[in-house]
T-cell receptor, first 115, second 115 residues
Framework: AQTVTQSQPEMSVQEAETVTLSCTYDTSESDYYLFWYKQPPSRQMILVIRQEAYKQQNATENRFSVNFQKAAKSFSLKISDSQLGDAAMYFCAYRSIQGAQKLVFGQGTRLTINP | GAGVSQSPSNKVTEKGKDVELRCDPISGHTALYWYRQRLGQGLEFLIYFQGNSAPDKSGLPSDRFSAERTGESVSTLTIQRTQQEDSAVYLC?????????????FGNGTRLTVT
């Protein structure tokens, strides 16, 4: 079974600075998808960015980008020019292309933005 | 509606009582997932529905948990004889297809408190 590990329970960053959230995963599959979701206090999970494992190019969405290292099974999220609205729980997730394709989540990282 | 709707938003129940949680997915979304999130934890997969296929119940923690979905519409998650360890946020998500790249859209969840 696949597992996802987020080793940073909490992170903080100064407003306008850059922060990187770590994620590693374990799988025997060669093709899969990886996601970062944000969960603000409203509880709703919001998709931040996604990456296809067969693509070498790192995904980018505005201020959010990933560093995908397939051999190392690492998928970190970089947030540039941090804003107060970025404060939330961030979850890394793995999704197989086989079976039910359920998302397997990490334990999350709580990100605080200091003004 | 425009998004995934869950009701009730909060539910407090006494130990031993049954509860029913409701999820209205986005119209046209064929896949529907239920997840459980304990306080400060990641999301645990519970059950997955895809069209008229047999549901994937592999994540249900005990036989006190069950879920139904009528076609591609509303789903209900039922917990019988609730226990204090059932206290958590129950999140529902839907996606347009079972394609792994199709993102999951989450509702705001139901916070269940068992006293």
């Amino acid at each position: 079974a696949q597992t996802v590990t987020q080793s940073q329970p909490e992170m903080s960053v100064q407003e306008a600075e850059t922060v990187t959230l770590s994620c590693t995963y374990d799988t025997s599959e060669s093709d899969y998808y990886l996601f970062w979701y944000k969960q603000p206090p409203s509880r709703q999970m919001i998709l931040v960015i996604r990456q296809e494992a067969y693509k070498q190019q790192n995904a980018t969405e505005n201020r959010f980008s990933v560093n995908f290292q397939k051999a190392a099974k690492s998928f970190s999220l970089k947030i540039s020019d941090s804003q107060l609205g970025d404060a939330a729980m961030y979850f890394c997730a793995y999704r197989s292309i086989q079976g039910a394709q359920k998302l397997v989540f990490g334990q999350g990282t709580r990100l605080t933005i200091n003004p | 509606g425009a998004g995934v709707s869950q009701s009730p938003s909060n539910k407090v129940t006494e130990k031993g009582k049954d509860v029913e949680l409701r999820c209205d997915p986005i119209s046209g979304h064929t896949a529907l997932y239920w997840y459980r999130q304990r306080l400060g934890q990641g999301l645990e997969f519970l059950i997955y529905f895809q069209g008229n296929s047999a549901p994937d119940k592999s994540g249900l923690p005990s036989d006190r948990f069950s879920a139904e979905r009528t076609g591609e519409s509303v789903s209900t998650l039922t917990i019988q004889r609730t226990q204090q360890e059932d206290s958590a946020v129950y999140l529902c998500a839907s996606s347009l297809t079972r394609d792994s790249y199709s993102p999951l859209h989450f509702g705001n969840g139901t916070r269940l408190t068992v006293t």
